[in-house]
């Protein structure tokens, strides 16, 4: 009974496990099987989505495609004009379409091997690629201009001598002729001298006056040429940046791009092949041509040039008639005389560069006896050099001995820069000074006259070349010559792109100076010590250094001028405290330079010049330097003060530069004596008048900033200041200039404001208080002198105008033109004035009787308004503004009308010496001139976006009618093409005529030509 019991339990119990387990399966198997069909509809549902996507994303791509082929075709049309380039946004654009492109089609490759489920398990990269798609549809949409302006010039007009003999102009009509064939390249070779860069730049000046289609760009290439060089100089002619990339191919890839059509390569002075596909491979776009120019008949035949010129030396006749026309003399050589002369050109051998040195030389002499002289020197076997490749070389020796020692040694110092280096003559001068190669005894303006002097000289005798008004050069014969001289003494390693210094061996004991100006090099390996203990002038400049070893200076006894200008170095060596003999330091521009050691023991040091560095206090010992003539501290904008005193050490102190938020020691610059510049800063206008009242009479220079805060100029050239200012501040220009920033002029103490004017070429006021009670009482009413040429306001809310009609009236027929500063005047802006409403207001009312010729405004020549929005007429009497050369309007909101005629003037009247007139953002102007207006000197005008302008008044001439000869450039917007058409002219010809001149251009910068 039990055992059954038991039995039936355990039965029981057994069954009702096996019921609950089935149950428990049951439910596992369903909700398993409920996950299982989830999933399933989940994953379907996703490959289906993707799909979806996927197809979406491919009609997206496809759209993209298209938009791409579209841009891609209108930039290639656009850039064949050789006007335009794509923007550098767009071109990423397209970079990054293409990449997509190939992912996706990877991406396809794929799905179609994986299927859509595998690879969906893995990752949603169609989406993520999708949304990229798609983020390059909307970029597309905000590129505005596609195009900017590609190219800031067609090229520059060279200073050319004229050509002499049979040859050259044979030369020059046959290269004419190439140029007019299908000849893509063309190799002009001959001797070192014998005038193949004159040749090849008549041929440039030709193709730029000719060919108005054609963009020319001028490289000199030289022995020591880099490809990277190359492809720099000709993104700068296009307008390409190519600082981001350093790869020669993609280099090479974005000039083809960039160049455009009917581009002229001329590669001046080949040595050596080079490959012209590293150049972006100009000859295989339309229109592209190569001209160079070498020494070897081999370089043309590697260069692959179609047709090879000679250029051979002169015949005897024709030698000597360049001689005769390089000596420039006034009446006929006596006939004995002459016969020498004959003899002299013979020696040259038909070269024209020794010609013209030689001639050069003998310019002005009359003696026959300093003639025979000559030419027996000149026949001395010794000038003889056998390892030269042409006679050449010995005339540059002589005409080089004809000078004396002083106008020699400078030539030898230009030798320091590297080859077909463009020299500027301010630079020059300076280091002229430095090095004690003029008269140190003399003023500092003294000695930058003998500077001149001297360089004209060396460009009078032809041993330098002039570039223009700014710079010389040598020829790289005469280079040569000055190196070989200098052989032994002077080690020039300049502009070669030198990543290390040379190293020990090569800096030998007897080395006088050593130039590495210009180079790669970031540091001087530690430990380097050269042994040159006549040692005199060490070059460093504008090299990215870092650092310098305590030894490098160590053995450098000698050394007299050091120049670590434009550097990375952040510290000094201690050594350098040592460099007793130093005489000038040179470490403008080193924007790193915190840490300089003691200078107490370099008393000979007569320069030292620190602007640009972030130095926090004057160094240590600086109080020593009794002998210091130049002191600048400019744009230091981490210094914080001045110890006071300081100035009183420096007895002979000459010109002296201090940073502008610093304020300057009134009474210590006072009694310097012999101090002949001064620029920095002031604290008030009264300040500067008690200076200018009490300055002494030898001080010929000043730039005077007054009131101007600490954040302007604490950072220096970092805050922006562009290279013009920067040029003013840090040039030995002799330009006297004051600045106000927020003075109050009606609340200063001191009363009489003359001493703004007195003496002072430029006075300009910013954000000033009371400015229109200045201009009309302390200003105009000056009983000084006055000097003042530049006057620029800006930002002064009380300004309204100059003159009103009765003050104007009253003082043009009373005017002393000694004592009105509005009489010197050639150039007024006026910016960002609030309240102005004209230069004279009531201006329309007639006058009589006429006023005297000699007016207010008779010598003003430049007139710059921007941002006047209460002014509606410029209130400019005609016959006050008979020399302006420049008018300039911008962004003016209110003006109507520029120039309103008065009854009686006549229905044409001039302004006949306005070369440029530029009206931009005048969005109520109505006219320029209420009758025609003659300009017959008009080069430029510039229209932009002054749509309600309904006519350009013009006089065109009557008898046959053209605009004024004068005129070359239209510039307009882009945007302003359909305003232009719609102008009215007095004949239907008129707009056709103008039209070739119209030039439409894209983007926010000017065209430049």
């Not at 994986?114 to 905000?142: A, I, M, P, W, Y």
């Not at 020059?428 to 360089?455: C, N, P």
């Not at 100076?513 to 430990?527: A, Q, Y």
């Not at 030292?608 to 020593?624: A, C, F, H, N, Y």
Request: with cysteine.
């Amino acid at each position: 009974m039990v055992i059954n019991l038991f039995y039936f339990y355990f039965f029981l119990t057994q069954t009702t496990l096996i019921k609950m387990l089935k149950q428990i399966m049951e439910s596992f198997f369903s909700k398993v099987g409920d996950k299982l069909v989830e999933y399933g509809f989940d994953t379907l549902r996703d490959e289906m989505n993707s799909k979806s996507t996927f197809e979406a994303m491919r009609n997206n791509l496809n759209s993209l495609s298209d938009k791409a082929f579209d841009v891609e075709k209108t930039i290639e049309k656009a850039e064949q004009s050789g006007k335009k380039k794509r923007k550098r946004e767009v071109e990423k654009w397209l970079e990054q379409v293409k990449m997509i492109e190939n992912q996706i089609r990877t991406l396809e490759r794929e799905v179609q091997t994986e299927g859509f489920l595998r690879k969906f398990l893995t990752g949603d990269q169609v989406t993520q690629l999708s949304t990229s798609v798609n983020k390059l549809v909307e970029q597309s949409r905000h590129f505005g201009e596609l195009l900017v302006d590609g190219y800031k010039t067609r090229g520059e007009l060279l200073l050319t001598t004229k050509l002499s003999g049979k040859m050259f102009k044979e030369n020059l009509e046959r290269i004419e002729k190439f140029l007019e064939s299908d000849k893509s390249s063309i190799g002009i070779y001959g001797m070192g001298g014998a005038g193949k860069t004159s040749l090849a730049k008549h041929i440039n000046n030709i193709i730029l006056e000719k060919y108005q289609e054609n963009r020319v760009c001028w490289i000199t290439v030289s022995q020591d040429f880099s490809i990277k060089k190359l492809q720099d100089e000709i993104a700068h002619f296009v307008g390409l940046d190519l600082f981001d990339e350093d790869n020669e191919d993609k280099r090479a890839a974005r000039l083809n791009r960039a160049i455009g059509n009917n581009f002229i390569l001329i590669l001046d002075d080949v040595w050596a092949k080079i490959y012209l596909e590293k150049l972006g491979d100009p000859l295989r776009l339309e229109g592209c041509r190569l001209i160079l120019t070498t020494r070897s008949l081999e370089v043309c035949c590697r260069m692959g040039c179609q047709e090879k010129v000679k250029v051979e030396k002169l015949l005897t006749n024709e030698a000597w008639d360049l001689f005769k026309q390089i000596i420039e003399q006034d009446i006929a050589l006596a006939p004995e005389i002459e016969e020498i002369a004959k003899n002299m050109a013979k020696v040259c051998d038909g070269l024209p560069l020794g010609i013209i040195v030689l001639a050069g030389s003998m310019r002005g002499e009359t003696s026959i006896h300093v003639w025979r002289n000559e030419l027996e020197k000149l026949r001395d076997p010794n000038m003889v050099q056998e390892d030269m490749e042409d006679e050449v070389f010995k005339v540059l020796k002589y005409s080089l001995h004809r000078l004396d020692l002083n106008h020699q040694l400078c030539f030898l110092y230009c030798s320091l820069y590297g080859e077909d280096f463009k020299i500027e003559k301010e630079e020059l001068i300076k280091r002229f000074i430095s090095e004690e190669l003029v008269d140190i005894r003399k003023s500092r303006l003294s000695q930058f006259d003998q500077g001149h002097s001297i360089l004209n000289k060396l460009v009078k005798v032809c041993l330098l070349e002039s570039v223009d008004h700014f710079s010389v050069k040598m020829h790289d014969l005469v280079r040569s010559m000055a190196l070989k001289i200098t052989k032994g003494k002077n080690m020039v390693f300049s502009k070669l792109y030198l990543k290390e210094i040379p190293n020990e061996g090569e800096w030998i004991r007897d080395l006088e100076k050593v130039s590495l100006m210009n180079n790669s090099m970031i540091e001087i390996p530690d430990g380097m010590s050269s042994a040159c203990p006549k040692l005199a002038t060490l070059i460093l400049s504008r090299n990215p250094l870092k650092f310098i070893p305590n030894s490098f200076f160590s053995k450098l006894v000698n050394l007299c001028f050091l120049d670590l200008s434009g550097t990375d170095i952040e510290k000094l060596p201690n050594s350098l405290s040592n460099l007793e003999n130093l005489k000038a330091l040179n470490l403008q521009g080193c924007q790193h330079l915190v840490d300089i050691p003691d200078l107490g023991r370099l008393k000979k040091l007569r320069e030292l010049d620190l602007s640009d560095t972030r130095i926090e206090k004057v160094p240590q010992g600086m109080e020593e330097l009794a002998n210091l003539r130049f002191l600048s501290l400019i744009f230091a904008g981490s210094l914080k003060t001045l110890p006071e005193g300081l100035f009183l050490n420096f007895p002979l102190l000459q010109c002296l530069r201090l940073p502008c938020h610093i304020e300057a020691p009134i009474e210590e610059i006072l009694r310097l004596k012999h101090l002949e510049q001064f620029r920095g800063g002031m604290k008030n206008v009264s300040n500067f008048c008690k200076f200018n009242r009490c300055r002494q009479s030898q001080l010929t220079c000043f730039m005077i900033h007054v009131n101007r805060g600490d954040d302007d100029f604490k950072n220096g050239m970092n805050k922006g200041d562009d290279h013009y200012k920067i040029w003013r501040w840090t040039s030995e220009n002799h330009v006297n200039e004051v600045v106000l920033f927020q003075c109050d002029l009606k609340n200063e103490e001191e009363e009489d404001f003359s001493m703004l004017f007195h003496d002072n070429k430029c006075l300009e006021l910013r954000n000033c208080e009371g400015v229109r009670n200045f201009l009309l009482t302390d200003f105009l009413k000056s009983n000084m002198p006055s000097s003042l040429e530049t006057l620029v306001i800006s930002r002064c809310g009380g300004m309204e105008c100059f003159l009103t009609n009765e003050r104007f009236l009253t003082t043009s027929r009373e005017l002393d033109s000694r004592f009105f500063p509005l009489r010197t005047l050639t150039s007024i802006r006026l910016i960002e004035l609030e309240n102005f409403v004209g230069l004279i207001q009531n201006v329309g009312v007639a006058v009589e009787p006429p006023l005297p010729q000699e007016a207010v405004f008779s010598s003003l020549r430049f007139l710059t308004i921007a941002r006047c929005h209460k002014m509606r007429e410029l209130g400019l009497p005609l016959l006050e503004f008979q020399n302006l050369e420049n008018i300039c309007i911008s962004e003016c909101g209110k003006i109507e009308e520029i120039i309103k005629v008065r009854e009686g003037e006549g229905r044409v009247v001039s302004l006949p010496k306005l070369t440029w007139l530029e009206l931009r953002d005048l969005p109520r102007l109505k006219s320029i001139c209420n009758t025609t207006l003659s300009c017959s000197s008009i080069v430029a005008i510039h229209l932009q976006r002054c749509r309600e302008l309904k006519k350009l008044p013009l006089h065109f001439d009557l008898t046959s009618p053209s605009p004024p000869q004068t005129l070359k450039y239209i510039w307009m917007y882009e945007e302003d093409k359909e305003w232009w058409e719609s102008l009215e002219w007095e004949h239907p010809t008129h707009s056709h005529l103008l039209q070739p001149l119209v030039i439409f251009f894209g983007g926010w910068k000017y065209p430049i030509l």
